[in-house]
């Protein structure tokens, strides 16, 4: 078994330990709360990682391109819920993968796209299943749980015989605002109350719901029952990370993934090294940073993954500064010595690169290929 010291870097790194232990805790927790797991891959778009996800659940995922779906689809994934809202320039791609026999769902939010999606899809001979997003609380996408375009774009989708109403679906992005259970509990119950609720509405339109789909990492996590619905679609869990760590959904020994990096420059006088690893590597999302700013662009763990007690405080595009006040440790951190930054947002990171470097502790395990692109 080859040893991560000789791995090439920057790699990205995929704690197998952590991420089974994530897949499977999270998959129980959905399968007692009562619900459906589809996974969102969206989060490591990792053919192996979404296995670990699905294996004992009804194998439906939930993707965040189309380049995606495709992938999946080829790897024998056929129940796939397509999570950002359809435009017409992406019809083509939606009706090829249908056409390949994937029983792939849309959503909108949007009374004028049934029609011409519907159109789209009679001329190829497919079928849809079309979701209606709605908007929890977040304010992203969705219409307005209360307001007339819940019915109104129900029926818009109801009314084409392609394609067919496939319920209602949320994500409470504004759960990565509230810091701890006390916080994220109240999104948890309105994401999920907001949904029943929209549901209740439908159905007394004489509108059938059959899917009632929810799904964040920080609500799933925290929320205390899903009565009435009957999806979770969370993605990040499976690798969680310093910003789920910060605002309390996990402990920063849940974070699976890492970047390998090896030091390119010391710097005795400034107190500091850089590493290979900047922008491009580990992205330059700076996680919690309102809540820890201490976090930098991620902390530096030792090969053995123990905390170095060290933070990337700046990046350029190639490059990450590391701060270094402990004499012992500029000693260690000579030019080619090798560290791990986790990530601050497991989700970006991942998208940096082409595969995960799987490993068992200080031992690479395997290499699992990620599918970029839209
Ligand atoms: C529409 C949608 N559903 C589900 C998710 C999964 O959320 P999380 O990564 O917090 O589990 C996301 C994440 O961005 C999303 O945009």
Redesign the pocket.
């Known amino acids: 078994m080859t040893d991560l010291g000789a791995v090439a870097t920057p790699s990205l790194l995929l704690d197998h330990a952590r991420v089974t232990r994530n897949a499977a805790r999270i998959g129980e927790r959905v399968t007692a709360l009562g619900a459906r797991l589809r ?2 891959v ?2 490591h778009k990792c053919v192996e990682v979404a296995r670990l996800q699905t294996a004992g659940h009804f194998g439906g995922i ?1 993707v ?1 391109t189309l380049e995606e779906a495709r992938a999946f689809a080829a790897h024998g994934f056929d129940d796939i819920t397509y ?2 809202p359809i435009e017409p320039g992406k019809f083509g791609g939606a009706v090829a993968l249908a056409a390949s026999g994937v029983r792939l769902s849309l ?1 909108t939010d949007d009374a004028a796209v049934p029609g011409p999606l519907g159109e789209a899809a009679r001329a190829a001979g497919v079928t849809f299943d079309v979701l209606l ?1 709605v908007d929890c609380g977040y304010h ?2 969705g219409v307005d749980p209360e307001g007339p375009a819940l019915v109104e774009v129900a029926q818009r989708i109801g009314e084409r015989s392609s394609l067919r109403f496939g319920g209602i ?5 504004h ?2 605002h509230a810091r701890g259970a006390e916080a994220v509990a109240p999104i948890a119950r309105q994401e999920r109350d907001v949904m029943r609720s929209a549901a209740e509405r439908l159905r007394t339109a004489g509108i059938e719901v059959p899917v009632v ?1 929810v ?6 996590v925290h929320v205390d029952h899903l009565n009435g619905v009957t999806e979770v ?5 499976v690798f969680f990370d310093l910003t789920q760590a910060t605002l309390g959904n996990c402990t920063a020994d849940d974070a699976a993934l890492s970047v390998l990096a090896a030091v390119v420059h010391r710097d005795v006088h400034r107190r500091q090294v850089i590493l290979d690893a900047g922008a491009i590597a580990l992205s330059k999302d700076r996680g919690a940073a309102d809540l820890d700013s201490g976090g930098g662009y991620g902390r530096l763990l030792d090969l053995e993954g123990r905390d170095l007690g060290l933070a990337v405080t700046g990046v350029s595009q190639e490059h990450g500064t590391v701060p270094v006040d402990d004499d012992a440790l500029l000693a260690r951190l000579k030019v080619g010595a090798r560290v791990r930054v986790l990530a601050n947002h497991s ?1 970006l990171t991942a998208a940096q690169h082409a595969e995960y470097i799987v490993h068992d502790g200080p031992r690479v395990m395997d290499r699992w290929p990620i599918h970029r692109g839209w």
């Open positions: 996974p969102h969206k989060t939930t965040s999570a950002v959503l997003k992203r996408c679906l949320t994500h409470a992005g759960a990565y789909s799904g964040s990492t920080p609500t799933v679609r969370a993605g990040n869990y989700c």
